[in-house]
């Protein structure tokens, strides 16, 4: 007697590492192609004014400057997220059309 199928279980195994996991971590990969490579700032040195003279004054923002992503980053971003959407699109196109 045997009551598990093992293939049928290793098909939807895979199927869920998949779906489940490498689709999500593909489009992770994708965002951090597309983030830009700035250095991290070191945090501004206080100031040498004395603490009751500029108590209500607010702090000074500083914009900070992303650069584009290099082509071949590019190139790997466009190439990671046209997998998720088209996962995403086959798997709508096949619950639509009564796969099971």
């Known amino acids: 007697m045997n009551f598990i199928e093992w293939g ?10 998949i ?3 490498g689709i999500p971590a593909l489009f992770a990969l994708g965002l951090r ?10 945090p501004a040195a206080p ?3 004395p603490r ?3 108590a209500n004054e607010a702090p ?10 290099s082509p071949a980053r590019l ?13 995403i699109a086959f798997g709508l196109v096949f619950l639509v ?4």
């Open 8 to 17: 049928a279980l290793g098909q939807v195994l895979v199927a869920g590492l």
């Open 19 to 21: 779906v489940g996991a």
């Open 33 to 42: 192609l597309l983030a830009g490579t700035t250095p991290v700032d070191a």
């Open 47 to 49: 100031s040498s004014a």
């Open 52 to 54: 009751g003279s500029d």
């Open 60 to 69: 000074t923002a500083r914009a900070v400057a992303i650069p584009r992503p």
């Open 75 to 87: 190139a790997g971003a466009i190439a990671c997220m046209g997998v998720v959407v088209g996962a």
């Open 97 to 100: 059309s009564g796969g099971h």
